[in-house]
């Protein structure tokens, strides 16, 4: 069985109890979730959970399925990276000295078109949105200068091809 990345992408109602139903769905099937992500989507009260998962074809369809038995869930997508355009963003909480006495960082802050977004007396805050392996180089880079924080989003994503999540729900 050939494991893929997968984006699964579940347009629901906003429901107390549904993620914890959704995550049981993976634990019994033994799948770790790489990220997960949730947000008001394109439609006024409808919520999207955004998963990231690293599975066979055959394991997503089946997930898939189980997924929308929920009752609270309006439809349920799958997309491979390639029909996918996806960033995620990375918040780096570092000493300020470094800002000022490292003149380096600042040339790596300009190079990964990364934004200082606050600078208080102990610490700075860099904000990197981009995809993980960008938001892993600069957190690599950043290590030597006094990392004290940081913290990474799940994926965002949307697909290449319209998912018509209107038209369906209208169809509902």
Do not use: C
């Not at 997309?79 to 960033?87: A, N, S």
């Not at 918040?91 to 990364?114: G, P």
């Amino acid at each position: 069985m050939k494991k893929t990345t997968y984006t699964i992408s579940i347009y629901t109602e906003n429901n107390v109890g549904l993620l914890n139903r959704v995550s049981a769905i993976f634990l019994k099937r033994h799948i770790n979730i790489v990220s997960i992500t949730s947000s008001e989507s394109e439609i006024p009260d409808i919520f999207r959970f955004v998963i990231v998962v690293n599975i066979s074809k055959e394991q997503v369809v089946k997930v898939v399925k189980q997924i929308e038995k929920q009752i609270e869930v309006i439809s349920v997508f799958y997309h491979t990276d390639k029909q996918t355009i996806f960033l995620e963003t990375a918040l780096y909480k570092v000493k300020s000295s470094s800002l000022f006495e490292e003149k380096q960082i600042q040339n790596m802050i300009k190079d990964s078109r990364a934004n200082i977004v606050t600078v208080k007396p102990d610490y700075f805050v860099i904000e990197k949105t981009g995809w993980r392996l960008e938001t892993e180089d600069l957190y690599q880079k950043l290590k030597p200068y006094g990392l004290l924080q940081f913290v990474r989003s799940g994926r965002i994503s949307v697909s290449k091809k319209s998912m018509d999540i209107s038209r369906i729900l209208n169809s509902k």
